[in-house]
């Protein structure tokens, strides 16, 4: 008898548990998901759900590595309208020679004119401050950390001064990875050492620590030391062999994550088509800014005549639409095989971007908690370049909409 009470109690327990982690798992969903869910295969978005601020998607403008940008293809990478990119983010190199500070400020003053955050990366300190005699690898001398500071701050104040502030600066450019171009080393310990004692000097915001592959091992001895943490506005990092993946640290500690840098050599439709699905990946994942490399350049956004790409226009599909300060709101990601969604809202504006890598289909979508009575598709395609398509029409607070087969889809409220 006291063997078959004891197995009982066992039972319970047993049973007791799995209904706890049953609910803990319900909860982690709701992080990204609507909290009640619909028929399947509905996409069940809810405006009351918010997530992670925008603070926009861009590109960089490298100089002297790549010729400036023309009016043109400045007007056409952060304009708005039809047949422009949108892009609210513009990347720079922080010299470490100053007499060439002077050649970042055209491209960035005209941009920052049409409301673009500019921030600024180093590839390496100037050479007098480095363990080696050379811009390529190296460290930072220990005795040169405070001069470092300065350095950076002496970019900061350039650029400000010449109408171009700067929202952030980080602090290194890849400091994981030995190459043989302009670089420099830091392990874990000596970026903490920096960012905990010297970054307040630099005047602006801080990102660390724009890893190669996106190590949060790097960027978690900052976020678990006080006294750094309080100095990193931003964990930045680059997708090269690394994995999209949430960064729950970072959260905790109230610091937004960027992802600043990506490249793919490869302009085929599939693989211009996959950038958007990373953009989907990054943003699902909480982050709040996406950054591609070079701005004008065969394989980015804009070719080197000219030439809005594939690649763009994809790009502009989130960013002509998801404005800075928009917030992403509840969404099932994965309705159905090979199709990914995320949404967003500025409070009365919706926006929902969804991926299609597979065949034509039909999709409905269904909104909560806001009122919603229409919306106005985008359509990029191999066939399509962002290209405005007839209005879709709320019917018991859904609609229907047809996917094209291995496009990206925009959906604007009216």
Known sequence: MRSN?????????????????????????????????????????????IQQVVRGFGAANILPWRPDMTADQIQNAFGTEAGQLGFTILRLRIPPDTSEFAMQVATARLAH????????SPWTPPVSMKTV??????????????????????????????????????????????????????????MLNFVKFNAPSVGVRIIADEASNFSHTRTDAILNDPAAAANLAIVGGHLYGGRVASYPLAASRGK?????????????????????????????AGMNAYIWWYIVRFYGPIR????????????????????????RVGAISNPQTDVYVTAYTNGTKMVIVVVNEGPTIEQTFSIRNGTVT???????????????????????????????ASCIATFVSN
């Open 5 to 49: 009470r004891r197995k009982f109690k066992y039972l319970i327990f047993i049973f007791v548990c799995l209904l706890l982690a049953a609910g803990c798992s319900k909860k982690e969903d709701a992080v990204n998901e609507p909290s009640e869910t619909t028929e399947p295969g509905v996409v069940s978005i809810d405006l009351a759900n």
């Open 113 to 120: 004119s049409l409301g673009v955050k500019i921030i600024a």
């Open 133 to 190: 005699d050379t811009i390529v690898g190296g460290e930072l001398r220990i005795d040169s950390y405070a001069s470092y500071a300065a350095h950076l701050k002496s970019f900061v104040d350039y650029m400000a001064d010449r109408g171009v502030p700067l929202y952030a600066v980080s602090v290194q450019n890849e400091p994981d990875v030995r190459v043989t171009y302009e670089s420099c080393d830091w392990n874990a310990a000596q």
């Open 256 to 284: 937004e994550v960027w992802m600043t840098e990506y490249l793919d050599l490869d302009t085929s439709w599939a693989h211009a088509l996959a950038t958007g699905t990373q953009i989907h990946d990054c943003m699902n």
């Open 304 to 327: 080197e005549d000219g030439f809005i790409m594939k690649r763009g226009y994809v790009m502009s599909q989130f960013s002509r639409f998801i404005r800075p300060e928009y917030t």
């Open 374 to 404: 229409g919306v106005t598709p985008y359509v990029t395609s191999t066939t399509k370049n962002c290209a405005l398509e007839n209005p879709l029409i709320f019917s018991g607070g859904k609609f229907t909409a047809i996917l094209d």
